[in-house]
């Protein structure tokens, strides 16, 4: 697939997971293949009143490459100069953010509300595209409920108005996170624009991820909740893709490892006292589904150094020899 000038070889892209896929998660998921990722979403606004947070969340090192700035708002005016801020970080790309669920965003009348109005959300596209010197993408939803799946028609306008390329999650915002995911609308969605169209939602192997490709047409996948405490999950779904080769997980030993390095890159980036407060999370993750991890999670939770984190690690691989 083609992005611009950019050549994407892979298949399964990380999705801009809000408080997960931070530099530390970006260059891991690509060390195991991930076509590109795309960095937390920045709230435009925020940007152009120069936001410290906002400024941290756009930050793009080498190793994540290719790699997006990923911005939402509902100003098509901020939106360009969030736009031309993004632009000073130096992403392959910027995606604007029509898909995100979450109250507080939509509140503000960006993310997943932009689908009720698709006028507006062509607008900001437009605006963005013209300030931009790097190719504009847009991740959307089916629709905001059952009632109203507008995909293709937000999709095709906002084709028209410059996007690059269109990433569709075959949920409304209504349903968050609940099943069933539409591939219907994704596959409507990729008969009806000429630019590149990325299918979401429940891709968790190789196997999901074939499944969507083909019952879509896309061209390619987004892996959200699939990579949680599983960057090894895009070297799965490369395998399966590339050779029908289904790898299994690695050992307890190496998720540990995994697991470990994880967190020492986050202590790294953002100091030890953010960084374990954020590896509680990542480390309940990574557990999930160890024989004896249950009893774990009480003492995951109140980790306070990388020390007690390496102790459990240890005793959880002894407990899964």
């Not at 992005?3 to 298949?11: A, D, S, V, W």
Request: net charge neutral.
């Amino acid at each position: 697939m083609k992005l611009g000038n950019i050549e994407i070889t892979e298949k399964a892209a990380l999705a801009p997971l809000a408080g997960v896929a931070d530099r530390a998660f970006r260059e891991l998921c690509r060390g195991y293949g991930a076509a590109y990722t795309v960095c937390e979403m920045a709230s435009a606004k925020g940007i152009s009143l120069g936001d410290k947070k906002s400024a941290e969340l756009l930050s793009i090192t080498e190793t994540e490459r290719p790699a997006g700035s990923q911005i939402f708002g509902n100003s098509p005016e901020t939106m360009a100069i969030a736009a031309k801020k993004a632009l000073e970080y130096n992403p392959d790309f910027i995606d604007i953010n029509m898909g995100c669920p979450a109250p507080k965003v939509a509140s503000s009348g960006g993310g997943a509300l932009l689908m009720k109005d698709p006028v507006l959300a062509a607008n900001i596209v437009k605006a963005v595209a013209e300030v931009s010197t790097v190719p504009v993408t847009v991740k959307m939803r089916s629709g905001w409920d059952s009632d109203h799946i507008n995909a293709v028609e937000l999709a095709k306008r906002c084709e028209e108005a410059g996007a690059s390329a269109i990433t569709v999650h075959g949920r409304t915002k209504v349903q968050m996170y609940a099943p069933p995911v539409n591939t219907d609308i994704i596959r409507q969605v990729k008969q009806a624009v000429s630019i590149p169209v990325i299918g979401n939602g429940d891709v968790v192997d190789g196997l999901s991820a074939a499944r969507l490709m083909e019952e879509t047409g896309c061209d390619m996948v987004m892996v959200g909740r699939g990579a949680l405490g599983r960057p090894w999950v895009f070297a799965q779904i490369n395998a399966y893709l590339d050779h029908e080769v289904i790898l299994p997980d690695p050992p307890v030993v190496e998720r540990m490892r995994v697991m470990l390095k994880h967190i020492e890159a986050l202590c790294e980036y953002k100091g030890e006292r953010v960084g374990i407060r954020e590896a509680r999370k990542h480390a309940a993750w990574y557990t999930k589904g160890l024989h004896g991890a249950a009893n774990y999670r009480a003492r995951i939770g109140l980790i306070s150094s990388i020390e007690e984190l390496q102790q459990i690690a240890l005793e959880l691989i002894e407990q899964n020899k």
